[in-house]
């Protein structure tokens, strides 16, 4: 269960594509009986919420991110709970990121939704400067979010070849 809350509007049509992709990925994963929080919001709130729980020393105190991932569990732990924990993901940064990269901001938000249910689930990756999420990204490391991603994306997009008429 996707458990969805918008601080700051999305544009129409972007909930129901961003829970139809992190859905997808989650039966994919077996784990569509487990919940999940996905809180959208602004860059003004996701770097408040990053200073306050980041250390200081790891952060640039002005800047925004694009997405924070709290898990409700250690992996390696005997018992995992029924909510696996919560997702922030800024629209701010995610549409410049998806302006930057030639594609919509619901493909962007599904991507970074994949990417913290990634984390969420005890997966990491070194970080890029100044990037967020990178699909070229390379390494062993990578490759589960690169793996995730083409599950989650699957769902969103839009069927090619010739349309129906």
Do not use: C
């Not at 999940?36 to 860059?43: C, I, K, S």
């Not at 105190?61 to 991932?69: E, G, I």
């Amino acid at each position: 269960m996707i458990d969805l809350h918008a601080r700051k509007s999305p544009p129409a049509g972007l909930r129901p594509r961003l829970r139809a992709s992190l859905e997808a990925l989650m039966v994919h994963l077996g784990m569509n009986e487990r919940e999940v929080t996905v809180v959208l919001v602004g860059d003004r709130a996701i770097a408040q919420l990053k200073r306050e729980t980041w250390p200081e020393e790891d952060i640039d105190p002005l800047a925004a991110t694009d997405v924070l991932s709290f898990p409700s569990w250690e992996p390696g732990d005997p018992f995992m709970p029924p909510h696996l924990g919560d997702i922030f993901i800024s629209l701010d940064t995610a549409q410049r990121q998806a302006d930057a990269r030639g594609h919509s901001l619901t493909r962007e938000v599904a991507l970074l939704a994949s990417h913290g249910f990634t984390h969420l689930l005890g997966h990491d990756h070194p970080h890029a400067e100044g990037l967020g999420y990178e699909e070229g990204a390379v390494g062993p490391e990578w490759q589960v979010f690169h793996d995730h991603w083409q599950v989650a994306r699957q769902a969103i997009e839009e069927p090619t070849g010739p349309k129906a008429e």
